[in-house]
């Protein structure tokens, strides 16, 4: 199946470039900090991704092949420069500081126009709550990011053909993945689109299944354009 079609909106985002690392505050809740990544993360980030639990539902499929690896490849996505051009985060304890995950907004090819929201965590703190406590402050945390008027092309699917255009955040997971489904849901994204393609992941010649999730802007909707 084709990938969903596109249609033109005007719509509002936050304003980019990003703010860069050096000036973005934490994030607390009851037992995160969620702040931007460093280069002292580099340990913690490339244990987590060399778990193959974590790594089976990420794009490549499969662990980084080693620590240099994990700083060329993804750490240093996030770092300045390109800091400016995502807005991702790393999850740690509030207790203990210890580093437990990645999430926030990683990418700028967005398959749905949509900003996209994608996140993992150490296999260890899988089902204690802990990624549905992100994504929600997460969620809080974008919407208050300053905004300016955007017109941009998003999957025809996700906007009410009508006119009205909300801004939205989406997400993509697996169909398999019912863990990462139902964290979406509990914190409001909802279920649009379903479509199977080729699977990237290495080692895989099936196609997968995957479900588009987005989630409605509290503020202000625009008309889409003609």
């Given at each position: 199946m084709a990938r969903p079609p596109k249609i033109k909106v005007k719509t509002y985002l936050p304003t980019q470039p990003f703010p860069p690392n050096a000036e973005r505050k934490p994030i607390?809740?009851?037992?995160?900090?969620?702040?931007?990544?460093?280069?002292?993360?580099?340990?913690?980030?490339?244990?987590i991704r060399t778990q193959?639990?974590?790594?089976?539902?990420?794009?490549v499929g499969q662990i980084d092949a080693s620590k240099d690896e994990?700083?060329?490849?993804?750490?240093?996505?996030?770092?300045?420069?390109n800091d400016i051009r995502n807005y991702h985060n790393v999850l740690c304890l509030a207790s203990t500081g210890e580093l437990i995950g990645m999430g926030g907004m990683p990418k700028t090819d967005l398959l749905f126009g949509w900003p996209e929201v994608g996140y993992m965590l150490k296999k260890e703190y899988w089902g204690q709550g802990y990624a549905t406590e992100f994504l929600r402050a997460f969620v809080d945390h974008w919407w208050t990011l300053p905004r300016s008027e955007a017109e941009i092309e998003?999957?025809?699917?996700?906007?009410?053909?009508s006119g009205e255009v909300p801004e939205m955040l989406s997400a993509i997971a697996?169909?398999?993945?019912?863990?990462?489904?139902?964290?979406?849901?509990?914190?409001?994204?909802?279920?649009?689109?379903?479509?199977?393609?080729?699977?990237?992941?290495?080692?895989?010649?099936?196609?997968?299944?995957?479900?588009?999730?987005?989630?409605e802007s509290p503020g202000q909707k625009v008309k889409a354009s003609s």
């Open positions: 607390r809740t009851e037992r995160l900090v969620i702040r931007p990544f460093t280069e002292e993360d580099l340990d913690a980030i490339y244990a193959p639990e974590v790594m089976h539902f990420s794009a994990t700083r060329t490849s993804y750490l240093a996505c996030y770092l300045p420069p998003v999957a025809a699917e996700s906007v009410d053909r697996d169909d398999e993945n019912l863990a990462s489904k139902h964290v979406l849901e509990k914190a409001g994204f909802q279920k649009f689109t379903r479509w199977t393609e080729p699977d990237t992941r290495v080692g895989v010649i099936d196609d997968i299944a995957l479900v588009g999730f987005v989630l």
